[in-house]
């Protein structure tokens, strides 16, 4: 939800819909392999290998326009993860619910060039399950609670040249691990509560959208406001 690119609110009604993911590559960790040794013996290092792993989505969504500028959007994952090779297995089930409220604040035709809209959408989202975090690759969400903020503004002419810029800021909540410690950014924390740093992310997109063809190239970037590197012997982790 927080994601979509919203370019045209529903007239007043609804809609939901039912959307299948299949076995797309959302995680590059392929043949993978990792090495573990006991504490304090000296032993060949013992590879663990996850091979590829697949992350599998069906998504309820759903699609309410309260008016022409007024849309209320909502979405339910059901999420399953599988690793190809090595003893980790994967997890299953709903991950989290989210909900949003986009509005068109602008809508201005800029004589015969084209018409210009400006979109804002507020969302957030709650895990629906007690599912474990601290499992990735093969966790199939990070637990966490959020609150995003996203405006957007497109231009499209009438010879249907398309030009779409949007930014986001999404505030995270804490995240609670099955274990007493963890250790992150140079520092040992004797707890189980992790702090997920907030994202914020912005594209830029150029292309043309005429009739019943929409080509457009997209450049993104999402910068994490925070948190550390990962371990070797650290992995996996939120």
């Given amino acids: 939800v927080t994601s979509a690119n ?3 609110p529903l007239k007043p009604g609804g809609a939901v819909s039912l959307i299948n993911k299949t076995a797309f590559e959302q995680w590059a960790y392929i043949n993978r392999t990792g090495y573990f040794l006991r504490p304090g013996e000296q032993l060949p290092p013992i ?3 996850v091979g590829t792993v697949t992350t599998q989505a069906v998504s309820a969504m759903a699609n309410y326009g309260v008016r022409d500028w007024l849309n209320v959007l909502g979405s339910v994952p059901y999420v399953w993860t599988n690793a190809s090779q090595g ?3 994967g997890q299953s089930g ?3 619910l989210s909900l949003a409220v986009k509005t068109t604040p602008l809508r201005m035709r800029t004589g015969h060039f084209g ?3 400006g979109i804002a959408l507020i ?8 599912y474990t975090p601290d499992f990735l690759p093969l966790s199939i969400g990070l637990q966490s609670k959020t609150l995003t903020g996203r405006g957007m503004v497109n231009f499209l002419s009438t010879r249907g040249v398309y030009v779409n810029a949007a930014a986001a800021y999404t505030f995270r909540g804490n995240v609670t691990l099955d274990r007493p410690y963890y250790y992150t950014n140079g520092q040992l924390y004797l707890s189980n509560e992790v702090a997920m740093p907030n994202v914020f992310d912005y594209s830029v997109g150029v292309g043309y959208y005429r009739h019943d063809m929409k080509v457009i190239g997209t450049f993104a970037e999402q910068q994490t406001r925070g948190g550390g590197d990962i371990r070797r012997q650290d992995m996996p982790f939120v």
């Fill in 47 to 49: 590879p663990v290998a």
């Fill in 87 to 89: 003893v980790l297995h």
């Fill in 94 to 96: 709903f991950e989290d």
């Fill in 115 to 117: 018409t210009l809209r």
């Fill in 123 to 130: 969302a957030g989202s709650i895990p629906m399950t007690d």
């Fill in 6 to 8: 919203c370019a045209s």
